[in-house]
């Protein structure tokens, strides 16, 4: 079976744009090697997403699922590793075995969480340091726990752990760079300590977690700081490098698009945080997938 357009890619970005193609009365496979949502299912509070006043991430995500189930849309699991974009007919291979056809690529794979890259980092992750509060917050209920970065995630996941922790220790290279709000009520909560201009150094322990050691940038001080834990908030890194044999990624990673999402290969679009663009935000990556499907829906019409 030949589908219209194949979405590579099932958070905002991706299921907005099947949303919109299957408006547009396309035939649409939406594709993704995990559950449906991308990174907000791990989001505590999305409080930013017009109309929704404050919402749990992954109840965002359901709903938008649901939505794309009640236009018809196919979903798939499978991990794409390669786009074969000979002609008008767009080859997508899979990991798992299968291979799907589509007239047209809309890319929407996002982002991942970057790693801090410092000893003992590797000893503990995915067990004693975690880059998901909703997933393993409750782990450290009553205990004490660090949070690594100052940007909205950091804080307000900070703010969510504050709720189940003994103690939360943010330590941010820079200052508290979310929204003054967020970092309001994150300096307000009583079992909350911060510290900021503090260069991250090693975990520290052997079998056991015991904490990070980290020294000011302004005075040299070195610190332990002592916990059960720790949560990485530092950034993200683009997940398009199975993509980069198409030409279409740019030195940092990210897709390059026009206005239209359209990538320099005719058929292939791409949408959401995976593209370079200035702010990646629930809404801007569901722009982004309506603005791709638009242009789908354009190219396969002239295709016949």
Avoid at 9 to 22: D, K, Q, R
Avoid at 67 to 81: A, I, K, S, W
Avoid at 118 to 124: A, K, Q, R, V
Wanted: aromatic share 8%.
């Amino acid at each position: 079976m030949t589908y219209d357009v194949a979405i590579i890619g099932s958070g905002p970005a991706g299921m907005t744009a099947a949303i919109y193609a299957a408006r547009a009365n396309l035939n649409v496979l939406l594709l993704d090697k995990l559950a449906p949502g991308g990174q907000i299912v791990n989001t505590f509070e999305i409080q930013n997403y017009t109309g929704m006043g404050t919402i749990n991430g992954a109840d965002l995500a359901i709903k938008m699922f649901e939505h794309t189930q009640e236009l018809g849309v196919t979903f798939d699991y499978g991990t794409v590793t390669e786009i074969q974009p000979g002609g008008n007919i767009k080859k997508l291979i899979c990991e798992e075995g299968p291979t799907f056809e589509a007239k047209a690529v809309i890319i929407a794979t996002g982002t991942k969480p970057r790693m801090l890259g410092i000893p003992g980092e590797l000893d503990f992750a995915g067990s004693s340091i975690s880059w998901c509060a909703i997933c393993d917050g409750a782990h450290y209920r009553d205990k004490k726990v660090i949070v690594i970065g100052g940007g909205n995630s950091a804080v307000e996941e900070a703010i969510y752990l504050a709720g189940l922790a003994e103690e939360v220790i943010v330590a941010t290279l820079f200052n508290l760079t979310a929204d003054p709000s967020a970092c309001d009520k994150l300096r307000a909560l009583p079992n909350v300590k911060i510290y900021e201009y503090y260069e991250n150094i090693e975990f520290l322990g052997t079998n056991k977690f015991e904490g990070l050691k980290v020294k000011s940038t302004k005075t040299g001080e070195e610190l332990v700081l002592k916990a059960d834990g720790a949560f990485e908030y530092i950034g993200l890194k683009p997940t398009a490098e199975v993509f980069k044999d198409l030409g279409i990624l740019n030195d940092y990673g990210y897709i390059e698009t026009d206005a239209y999402m359209a990538t320099k290969v005719p058929g292939i679009y791409a949408a959401g945080d995976i593209i370079s663009k200035h702010l990646r935000q629930v809404i801007t990556a569901c722009a982004d997938g309506a603005i791709a499907a638009q242009s789908v829906a354009k190219y396969v019409e002239n295709l016949k």
